[in-house]
């Protein structure tokens, strides 16, 4: 069966992005450019094998608590397992805090953040299909996710990095990851922690990060 679709889950249980109909928005937008047949759902029901078996990719874009019933997070883990791809975007680092599996693919849990504002970004892997089109540091603005334990200690391949020094109330020192990927668990799968602003998904370095990110966990 051809895998032609982009699946963008939106699904919140606890608080929700203003930014998720700008980001789904985009997202979608970016797959259709690439070649996908995408869409965006809230409905858990999509969550099945044959649906995820359509899949190129899946994004789950700021979910936030538990956002799958059982049956979903079976189909999930069996579509990651056979070599499916998973983006998980911005709040999606908050996403099923109860499922051992999902733990496993983010390699940390979302510990919290500071308030929103200015910082910067490097670039830690500049030939990845993500990063590529970024210069070796990047002025953002967003809130600078803080984690429960250093993700590269979880063998995750890291692509962008926080300068805690261009912005207050970082927790991870010099070592601070906000985007990475790996294959572990057979399928792709790539984190990004930007994204907080519906402005963000108009602005073309970050919507480049987003669709290089999507031909990869797509295997483009």
């Excluded at 108009?202 to 966990?217: E, Y």
Aim: proline share 8%; with cysteine; net charge negative.
């Amino acid at each position: 069966m051809p895998t032609s679709d982009v699946l963008v889950y939106t699904r919140t249980a606890g608080y929700r992005h203003d930014s998720i109909p700008a980001g789904a928005e985009a997202l979608v937008e970016l797959a259709r450019e690439s070649g996908f047949d995408a869409r965006s759902t809230d409905d858990p029901g999509a969550f099945t094998p044959e649906r995820l078996g359509r899949c190129a990719a899946v994004v789950l874009l700021s979910t936030t608590g538990r956002v799958l019933t059982d049956p979903g997070r079976a189909a999930l883990e069996a579509y990651v397992r056979a070599g499916g791809g998973l983006l998980a975007v911005h709040a999606g680092a908050n996403a099923e805090p109860d499922w051992p599996f999902y733990g496993e693919l983010l390699g940390t849990r979302f510990a919290g953040h500071p308030p929103l504002q200015p910082g910067r970004v490097h670039v830690e892997d500049p030939a990845h299909p993500s990063t590529a089109h970024l210069p070796a540091e990047w002025d953002w603005t967003d809130e600078w996710y803080d984690f429960t334990s250093p993700p590269r200690e979880a063998g995750v391949h890291v692509l962008l990095r926080a300068d805690e020094s261009t912005y207050t109330g970082g927790t991870h020192g010099a070592d601070h990851p906000l985007a990475w990927c790996h294959d572990k668990a057979c399928g792709r799968f790539l984190f990004t922690a930007l994204g907080h602003t519906s402005e963000s998904y108009a602005a073309p370095a970050f919507r480049a990060h987003l669709a290089g990110a999507l031909r990869w966990t797509a295997g483009r």
